[in-house]
């Protein structure tokens, strides 16, 4: 009798995110549609749409100073201080919307809702070699977790799964993998993809 595949269900990291947007890296973009396929429920925190509204507002960036042949190393010294426009902005929600169209199956929460949260969030930043975005992100996929909303946080990010599994051997009762795109994909998806249909969707 073949085994049948319990659903399962996935915190995204923002760099998954962003290479499935952008179709940057064709092995993301394989296991998202086939996630999408199989209707598996993911999440992520709010925070993903503002850090994706930083990549592609530093991408609109840098295109136009490109544009105006200015030297690489004097764009990426100043795009801290960038000088959008209104057009700019609209273009990054037309962007993050279509990402959305796309991957229609990801739902974004804010599990970081109370002083208990924060409080994890504060002992992971003061212990782990995380950054503060990592922190809110590992925090919101162990909340997640804790109830029922995910059990596997995908991220391409090494350090951060490195002390996200420091993270975790201390808190025995939150059951969350760590896991990278490629893992997902032997884990789960062992089968041929079509490449040209997963590029087109």
Not at 155 to 168: C, G, H, N, P
């Amino acid at each position: 009798m073949q085994k049948i595949r319990k659903s399962k269900s996935f915190y995204i990291d923002t760099n998954v995110a962003v290479d499935y947007a952008t179709n940057r890296d064709i092995q993301t973009v394989l296991v998202l549609e086939r996630i999408k396929e199989k209707n598996w429920k993911c999440v992520s925190s709010t925070f993903l749409a503002m850090e994706m509204a930083d990549y592609q507002q530093v991408y609109a960036f840098i295109t136009k100073e490109i544009s105006k042949k200015r030297n690489p190393e004097d764009i990426l010294r100043s795009r801290g201080n960038k000088n959008l426009n209104a057009s700019d902005f609209q273009e990054t929600e037309e962007w993050f919307a279509d990402f959305n169209k796309r991957f229609k199956n990801l739902t974004l929460y804010d599990f970081i809702t109370d002083s208990n949260g924060w409080t994890l969030a504060r002992d992971i930043s003061f212990n782990s070699n995380l950054s503060a975005p990592d922190v809110i992100h590992l925090t919101s996929a162990m909340l997640g977790s804790i109830s029922g909303y995910c059990d596997i946080l995908m991220t391409k990010d090494s350090q951060l799964r490195k002390e996200a599994e420091k993270i975790l051997s201390k808190h025995k009762k939150i059951k969350l993998a760590v896991m990278n795109v490629i893992e997902v994909k032997k884990r789960f998806f062992l089968e041929k993809v079509d490449y040209a249909k997963a590029r087109t969707r």
